[in-house]
């Protein structure tokens, strides 16, 4: 709920409270002039009233469909509670011309005006404390919801570190496997180099001894 339209509703409350009030008093004032002047507090205080309900009514309509359904329906109730208002401020009014109304007014019509408004108040008071019970479950949501988006933000980012790790290992058994490589290259070519000069050397000495028995032939047959 926005926080803006519910300051406007704690401020209806209070002025719809203290217009009851005020009602309940002009009833049982004694004479004319106190009757009007009362009546003209309470039609100021009604104006008031209106004009919050006037702000909340926009206020609401500029919220998300979800949440303005919700507040659409408590404003009704608070308009039908003005009406009430407005009309025990008519009755109180016409009694201006007739102390006999104003005695009526009290012990009947009043009264049972009055205890519309005041149920339809404590009703209004109900809802509106179950609606900010539901704001709170709302907002305890959203604020878990963005502790775990945090923390899914926070895994995600250690799980792209260790990506990272592991794409430099990678990078680094690659770098030691070519250089394993360049080394087996290099001794499988010292190793034929040692074969080919082992066999250079096995026919050098062949040749020699081939030499030598040639030279002993010849110097004992001479």
Known sequence: MSEVFESYERQYCEASASLARKCTAAASLQGVEKLKQKAAEIKSGIDGAESLIRKMDLEARNLQPSIRAGLLAKLREYKSDLNNLKGTLKRISSGNAQQGAREELLESGMADTLGVSADQRSRLLRATER???????????????????????????????????????????????????KSRRIIGAMVRRMDRNKWIIGIIIALLVLAILVILYFKFVH
């Open 131 to 181: 609606q900010n019970q539901t704001t709170d479950r709302l907002r305890d949501s959203h604020r878990t919801m963005l502790e775990t988006e945090d923390l899914g933000v926070s895994i995600l980012h250690d799980l792209h570190q260790q990506r990272q790790s592991l794409l430099h290992a990678h990078d680094t058994l690659h770098t030691v496997d070519d250089n394993l490589g």
